[in-house]
C-alpha cells in the first residue's frame, strides 16, 4: 500500500514538471505568432525602470521651482502709488529668480537684490512658498514710505504667489524676519488686494 502511495506521488509529480515543460516551451511559439504586440514582461520592466529611477525623482524636486515657458502676471505699484498695476510677461523658464529681475525691470525693487533662497512647500494643505532675498532687499525697502512699502510687499507677494500657484508667501532677508521701520513681516502673507 505505501508502494502504491508513493507511486502515486511520483507519478504527479512528473505529470506536473512535464506540464510546466510544455508551458514554457510553447511560450517562445506564441511570442513568434503575433510579433506586432509588445511583450507583457519588456513593457512591466520598462515600467518598473521609470518608477524606480531615482535620478528622475531627484531631478524633478530640483525642477521643481523651473516651471518652464510661460506666461505670468508681473505685479508693480502705479505712478502715484495708489493701486497695483498688471503686467503678462513672457518667459524661457519661470523661475524664482528670472521673476525677480522682472519685478526689478518693473521699478519694483532695486537691481541688486537676489533670491538667496526659494523653496515652495506643503503646509497644513496649503502650498506655500519661503522666499528669501538679500540683504540689498532690506536696504531698498527702508527707504520708501509706509504707501510704497505695501505696494513693494504686494507687488512681490501677488506675483509670485499667482506664478506658483500658492496660497500663502513668506520672505525673508538673510534668513532673518524683514522689518522695515514701518512694519514687520514675520509670517506668512497672503496675496495683497
Known amino acids: ?28 511559439a506564441k511570442k513568434e505568432e503575433q510579433p506586432n504586440q509588445p511583450v507583457q ?5 520598462e515600467v518598473q525602470d521609470e518608477v524606480e529611477s531615482p535620478t528622475e525623482d531627484s531631478n524633478e524636486a530640483v525642477d521643481e521651482n523651473h ?3 510661460g506666461t505670468i502676471t508681473i505685479y508693480s505699484q502705479n505712478e502715484d502709488v495708489s493701486d497695483f ?22 521699478g519694483v525693487l532695486a537691481s ?9 512647500k506643503d503646509m497644513d494643505g496649503e502650498q506655500v512658498i519661503e522666499l528669501d532675498l538679500s540683504e540689498e532687499f532690506n536696504r531698498y525697502i527702508k527707504e ?13 507677494c501677488n506675483t509670485y504667489l499667482e506664478a506658483y500657484h500658492c496660497a500663502k508667501i513668506h520672505i525673508t532677508v538673510n534668513g532673518q524676519t524683514l522689518e522695515t521701520g514701518h512694519a514687520e513681516y514675520p509670517g506668512y502673507m497672503v496675496k495683497f488686494a
Open 67 to 69: 516651471l518652464g515657458a
Open 144 to 156: 520708501v514710505g509706509s504707501a510704497a512699502e505695501y505696494y513693494i510687499m504686494g507687488s512681490i
Open 85 to 106: 498695476e498688471k503686467k503678462d510677461v513672457s518667459l524661457e523658464d519661470i523661475t524664482p529668480e528670472n521673476i525677480l529681475a522682472e519685478l526689478s525691470a518693473e
Open 41 to 45: 514582461d519588456e513593457v512591466q520592466e
Open 1 to 28: 500500500m505505501k508502494r502504491k502511495w508513493i507511486w502515486g506521488i511520483l507519478m504527479a509529480a512528473f505529470l506536473m514538471v512535464g506540464t510546466v515543460g510544455c508551458t514554457i516551451e510553447n511560450e517562445p
Open 112 to 120: 541688486d537684490v537676489r533670491v538667496l533662497n526659494f523653496e515652495k
